[in-house]
């Protein structure tokens, strides 16, 4: 069975990158590979790279409070692409009241501060859906 490939990015003009690459690291460590697109990226730039990177999985992560703008964005883009195999997950500092919305823009799961790496660990284990 091939490694899930996971790629972690950060939408925006947010440069404080230091959950991501929390769970950048212990994504890997559980035996993913992890591709790390790095700050300020443009919800394109993503999309494009995810889809070059053949990956299962977007996690994005944001704290600049442009959540409701720039995730959505992402999920529409690879809609508009044709991608709809991607499993879509959201953390950073994301207010409660907004959840319910961005999960109604094909973001599975949201996590807040506080999140431990093993609730994302099995959030993917549980949610990903592959055909092998």
């Not at 929390?22 to 700050?39: C, F, H, P, S």
């Not at 995810?50 to 959540?67: K, M, N, P, T, Y």
Request: charged share 25%.
């Amino acid at each position: 069975m091939k490694k899930i490939r996971v790629m972690i990015a950060k939408p925006g003009l947010d440069g404080h990158d230091r959950g991501a690459k929390y769970i950048a690291r212990a994504l890997r460590d559980a035996g993913m590979e992890v591709i790390y697109t790095g700050i300020r990226q443009t919800p394109e730039q993503i999309v494009n790279a995810a889809i070059q990177e053949d990956v299962d999985i977007i996690g994005l992560s944001l704290l600049s409070g442009a959540h409701n703008f720039l995730f959505p964005k992402v999920a529409q883009l690879l809609e508009e692409k044709g991608v709809r195999d991607i499993l879509l997950f959201g953390g950073g500092v994301i207010p409660e009241e907004d959840i319910a919305f961005l999960k109604s823009k094909g973001f599975k799961a949201i996590f807040t501060p506080g999140t431990s790496s093993h609730e994302v660990i099995d959030f993917i284990k549980e949610n990903l859906v592959r055909d092998e």
